[in-house]
């Protein structure tokens, strides 16, 4: 397929999963910012802004987040900039998806200005916006052939998922969001999940562990990790025997060991510094698949005759 | 009837347009009884109710078109325009017999210009033609085609009449809406479509797609054909889109392609692959900044030497400007008996060649009655309507006229006929033309049934493009049924390429399911919760 057509599938995957765990981030923090003092305000949106890696705005106030994080469209890091860039860039590939997908992302990029913007409006909205990226998501895996150019749809969606989750459980670190470990896994929609488990018997710390290694559930970091490892390999399968001459299977493979690897102990003294370290890997990834597959290589252009 | 018709006869009587729905004296013609029928069961609330479902499901599903840099739902009338199967049968080989001349005429002016040296036409009519393109003279395409794909616009006159108002033959649009306002019209009015048998438009795409085949360069087995588009800001993008889709083929921008070694290919993810067929949706000038236009970055340099070299097929023909320049429009009568030895099907509207001195004059006095066209213009730009003028614009159009007479025509303001169209909560009479499309794949020329149908939405405005305001109808052209039907002998044969569509053949006389006898039922769950 055309690379410029597979770099706007790599992106749609991305940003729908932005807005998505975007959204779910949102919807669980303002809880504990409806009632709270300005002061205490500040320092949340300081924190949480830090923490999902945006821009940061003049002031820090319940606007100011709800705008970066939910409805600016200037940038993609919120929720309406993401399904609107992941929109324009269906509309380039728009022979390549199908037509139920490029509707679906069409009529949410509608649907996003029809939102109250105030807190309880943001709760509506964060709802709305799950709602439909489940359903965009659906329609890509059933209605288009799973083949190369769903693969690199899967491979964004995967890498964000595992870079969301990531930034999820770095909430529960920050002391001044101080999110309880019930509200972290609700965030996650993994809390019916993690109860089967039977560990939550032992003790709600698990909870950590299982967000970052279970291996079932599909928003756990090592599985989204997994994912995109599965899509890397069926995308290039030419060379098996020794190492690896893809990049980017080298970083999430070796991200997703380190982790599979550690002891709880290990995990459990530093697990800031294993979240950034996905964070780093879902970047430096998606720069070596940039770099192998959506490359034009040197850029021809004319620049008139040669005088 | 029903009351929405209710001031319908008073507004023809103000009118001498041929109206497509009502013979004089307010008769309704036959051919529109089926829609008559289905708008009689409607009251105001439910047209108006089915219009703005049409517009939403447009917009749903991306069916749009740029104006002034917005995205606005693709307008489409309720009422269909209708084309009885007799007026479409003369308007159908008029329209193939005009694609055969023009592509006679590039085929000589950019080889022998034989049609000079007969004298039909003056050499300087060829030569001062702006989109006569020197860098492609002196070669024939790979395939042997040049006008692949054309629009030849008509419109009825006060008689009834069809005449050619203009030829596009560069790069027509407009087709894919013809595709989506009959999937709209499905919906919209299901109870007319469902009663006639109006012929089908699916076809297009399949046959779009084998006339790119057959014009492949001759020693490729299985050609890869692609769409060339500007880009999604372009205004016809959407069209790029479905076109590529419903052909299955990529949708490619000047960017990723690339010329080596006189050959094109495309960078995919698994390196570069070759070209063969390019359906070209950009203007020449910007094709290939090679030889055109240095400056654009949306094309492709080194293409039109790789077509020079054979070993690509660019549809439509680079150059094909010289033929759609609408001075040598007046001279199509001359050139079709020139070079098919017939008389025009379809004839021409009258109209004055401005570098003529005795037609400048005449028309000079006559400014303020006339409509006066620049050659090269397309969708309604730069055309001046006489009666509808200020005395300054007139003033200026004059003093452009006299300064450069080569660039202008002049014709008589045509009574454009008219279909009922919802307007201010009733049906009104607004102007229409029609642009058949004809794909031409060197052995044949076949013209999509129907066209696209566009509607001045302003009363009494002649002005149909949608850049310009403009609405458009499905366009209905009537089947021939039982005994009047074409013998089944003369039919042409089906093209050979076959993309699945949602019109599925169903062919068995008898269904397969009657010999199974009974289907196995839906299992359910045993012994589990019950509803």
Redesign the interface.
Known sequence: ??????ESLFWIGRYVERADGTARILDVHLERLNGASAQEQETVTRELLTIMGVPQPEEYTLGSLLNTLAYTRASTHSVAGSLGAAR?NA??A??TVS?SL??AL??TW?GLGQHRRDMVGTYRFCHWVLERTAMIRGLADSTMSHD?AWLFLELGRSLERADMTARMLATRESEALGLSWVNMLRCAGAYESFLRTQRATVGEEHAGEFLLLDRLFPRSVLRALQDAEECLMA?DPSYQRVGFMDDARRIVGEMRSTLEYSTPDQLAASLPIFLHQVQLSCARASEAITNK??S??Q???????VS | MSDLFAAYAEALERGDAWDEMFAPGFTLRQDYRPVQRALDELSLDDVTARADSMARTFLDRGVTFDYAGEERAWPLDIVPRVIPADDWEVLERGVAQRVRVLEAFLDDVYSTMSVVRDGVVPRSLITTSAHFHRAVHGFRPAGGVRVHVSGIDVVRDAEGTFRVLEDNVRVPSGVSYVLENRRAMSKGLPEAIGSVNVRPVEEYPRRLLAALRTSAPSEIEDPVVVVLTPGVYNSAYFEHTLLAGMMGVELVEGRDLVTRANKVYMRTTDGERRVDVIYKRIDDDFLDPLHFRSDSVLGVPGIVNAARAGNVTIANAVGNGVADDKLVYTYMPDLTRYYLGEDPIVPNVDTFRLEEPQAREEVMDRLDELVVKPVDGSGGKGLVIGPDASPAELEELRRKVLAEPRGWIAQPVLQLSTVPTLAGGRFAPRHVDLRPFAINDGHDVWVLPGGLTRVALKEGSLIVNSSQGGGSKDTWVMARTGAEARPAAHREPEPQVHVVGDDWPEEQSQSPLDEIGLLPEQQQQQGGASC
């Open positions: 397929m055309l690379s410029r057509i597979a324009e509309r380039r728009r022979e037509s490029w509707e069409n009529t509608y190369e995308l597959y959506f034009r290589g850029e021809l252009s004319w620049v008139g005759e």
